[in-house]
Every structure is written in structure tokens, then in C-alpha cells.
């Protein structure tokens, strides 16, 4: 059977035309030239993303910058700050490891004002069940969960404190849905921030701060290139993806700007994949 024909809509996305200038997005911020911009209102807001110097944190905060935010940018590594400062003038970088409880509270405790906040910062320490340490199970939770709860804490204190709205967005995964080979305590931190997710959004929908999570498939930031470099490995896991591919980094820069933006005003508690759809299967 031949698909239907396509029908024209009143705004045609689908359209081969570029869009109207006025609708076009300049320069570096969206990654895609000419594509056509949704207004997210984000500009002049204070904005605090942790793992900011590589990977989808360094991307969130590229696109962030470009979109008129001032951005705070907590890292573990001064050259990836450095270079980052550099390139996003404005950018107040600050460098700490989110593991130390303490030099977390001494680096963020005066960190100002702050509209939103994305706990990105994350690491993936695989081993096989049977060969789980302390070392890895400590570092993961400390990091990926912890920490969240700590800066989210500061952030969220703040912002109660002025009166002020707020959207939180944690950065999980799909492997927190989903049982990966060698993945025990990556997905078990993962899992947990769903939940963390959720709570935060209960206890912090009140005072007019939305909590939610996006739920990435596959990335090949350098954590995506040290777990799923072997193509072998890769294969099995797009053998998952109905969409056939891992995501790009701007694919969940994109989702986890709108669900920073007024645009998901009425979204809290939500876990969204940005996943091809390996979650629906
Ligand atoms: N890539 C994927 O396939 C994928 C898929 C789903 C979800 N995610 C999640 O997405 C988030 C970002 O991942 P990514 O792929 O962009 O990772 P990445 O390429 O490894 O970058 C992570 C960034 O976080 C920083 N960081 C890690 N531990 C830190 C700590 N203790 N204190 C301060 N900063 C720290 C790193 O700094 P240093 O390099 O200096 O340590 C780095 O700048 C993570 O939460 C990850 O779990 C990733």
C-alpha cells in the first residue's frame, strides 16, 4: 500500500524551503544553521550546570550562552574551564570535585542567585556484578546522586529563600529503566535519580520549582566513547533503538532547554527519554 499523500500543514516544518529569516537561528548556538527557532524565553536568567566541562554539560553550556543565560559552570577539571571561559566569555567557571561534600558546600555556598539548574555532572564505572567494589559503588552515588541532592539543596534553598520560580533538570539516563550487562551500580544511581526526580518535584512544586529528569540513550561524548567505542557492543545496543542511532549531544541540549523553559511550565516529576525509543521496547 502507498503512504497517504502528505498533507500540507499550516505551518509546514516538513517544508524542503528554508524558513523565513526571522525564524532562522544564526551561528552556533543550535548546531543546525537555518533551523527554525522555538522561542524559549530564557534569556537574562542565571543558570548553574555541573559537569560542565565536556561532553552534554560543555553543550548545555554553549547553547545556554548563545540563548542570552548567564551561566555558572561547576567542573572538576580547571583546563576544561579555562578553555570553556574562552570560548563563552561571561561564563563564571568554578572548579570542584561534587564527590567532596565539603568542598562542594565551601565552592557553592555563596554562589548567588540562581534560576535553573541542571545536575549533569555524572560518571559511568562499569564492572560485572560479581566484581562491584566499594571504590566504584561509593564514587558513583557520591556523584550521580549525592551531589544532586546537595547542590540541589543550595540551589533550591536560594530560590525559596528569594520567592523565586525555579526548573530543576537532573540528567539520567535510560540505563535507569533498563538492565544493562555490567551496568549494576551505573544503573542502580540512575534508577535512584529518577526517583530523587520525582520526590524533589513533590516536595518543590509548592514554592514554584518543576523538577524533571531526560533520560538519554547512547551519546558519544568521551563517557559514551569509553563505554560503547567497541562496535561490536555498540551494534547490540542499536539493535534496541527502533530510530537506528545513538543521540547527539544537541538532542538532549534541546530537551533539556525546554524543559528549563516556560514552555513545559505545567511538566514536573517527569522522566523524558531522549532515546530513539529503546524505553518503548
Ligand atoms: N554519554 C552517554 O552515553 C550518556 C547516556 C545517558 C546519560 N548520560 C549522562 O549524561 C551526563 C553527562 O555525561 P557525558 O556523557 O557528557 O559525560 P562526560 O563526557 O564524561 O562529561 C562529564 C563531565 O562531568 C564532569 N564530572 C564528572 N565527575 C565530576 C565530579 N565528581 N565533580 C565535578 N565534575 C565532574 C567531568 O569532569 P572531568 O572530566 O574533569 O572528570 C566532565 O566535565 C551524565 O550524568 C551521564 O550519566 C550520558
Redesign the pocket.
Known sequence: MSPPPTQKLPCDWSCSAPPPPELQVQGPSTGFPGRVAMELGLAGRRALV?????????SLVQALHAAGVRVVA????QA?LDSLVRECPGVEPLC????DWEATEHTLGSVGPVDLLVN?????LLQPFLEVTKEAFDTSF???LR?VIQVSQIVARGMIARGAPGAIVN?????SQRALTNHTV?CST?GALDMLTKVMALELGPYKIRVNAV??????????QA??NDPHKAKVMLDRIPLGK?AEMEN?VDTILFLLSDRSSMTTGSTVPVDGGFLAT
Open positions: 555541573t559537569g560542565a566541562g565536556k561532553g552534554i554539560g560543555r561547576v567542573s572538576r577539571t576544561d570542584v570535585d561534587l564527590a549533569n555532572a555524572g560518571v559511568a557520591d556523584v550521580n551531589a540528567v539520567s539516563s535510560q540505563a551505573y540512575k533520560n538519554p540513550t547512547v551519546v558519544m561524548t568521551p563517557m559514551g563505554n560503547w545513538f538532549v
